[in-house]
């Protein structure tokens, strides 16, 4: 008994998730028509001063994975399943510069007519990724801990003239 060949619409789909998570980690699948299952890594990276400095960002990049995986199931309208998280500890690249790596992992299903609201999730939740690893957290990089409306730290406030 032969098995059913995907369809191209959903093999086309394959290669825009494909591209997609090409930006910031990389992506599994099966298929299992009429769906394909789609099993996707995420890293979320932020580059360090110190080994020290990333003991003190852990928490924040913990925070910035809680965030990103809330907005994915919130875009996806939960078609995608809670994301596992894991920060790793403070490592070195070749060249000398210290780093810190969060890995999300998550899957979802979609058929032809369902896979706009995870395409539009996860492609956002990349992009967010990305723009960590360029900009981290002090530059632009999505951080949900700081502009999150509470008061400002005491060092950011400016003092009133007398």
């Known amino acids: 008994m032969a098995l059913a060949q995907p369809s191209p619409k ?3 789909l394959l290669k825009d998730f ?6 910031s980690g990389y992506l599994n699948h099966s298929f299992d028509p009429p769906q394909l299952r789609l ?3 995420l890293y979320g990276r932020v580059m360090l ?6 003991l003190a960002l852990a928490p924040r990049l913990q925070a910035w994975c809680e965030d990103v995986s809330l907005r994915l199931r919130e875009g996806s309208s939960s078609a995608i399943m809670p994301p596992q998280i ?9 060249d000398g510069r210290d780093y810190l790596v969060a890995t999300l992992t998550f ?12 395409r539009t999730a996860v492609l956002a939740a990349y992009q967010e990724a990305v723009k960590m690893r360029e900009a981290g ?3 632009g990089g999505r951080d949900p801990l700081a502009g999150s409306g509470s008061d400002p730290s005491p060092e950011d406030q400016e003092t009133p003239a007398s």
Not at 49 to 54: H, R
């Open 10 to 12: 959903l093999q086309a």
């Open 18 to 23: 494909q591209q997609i998570a090409s930006m």
């Open 39 to 41: 099993f996707f890594t």
């Open 49 to 54: 001063v110190s080994s020290a400095e990333g």
């Open 86 to 94: 894991q920060v790793s500890a403070p490592q070195v690249l070749p």
């Open 107 to 118: 899957n979802t299903k979609v058929t032809e007519t369902s896979y706009l609201r995870v």
């Open 137 to 139: 957290f002090r530059e």
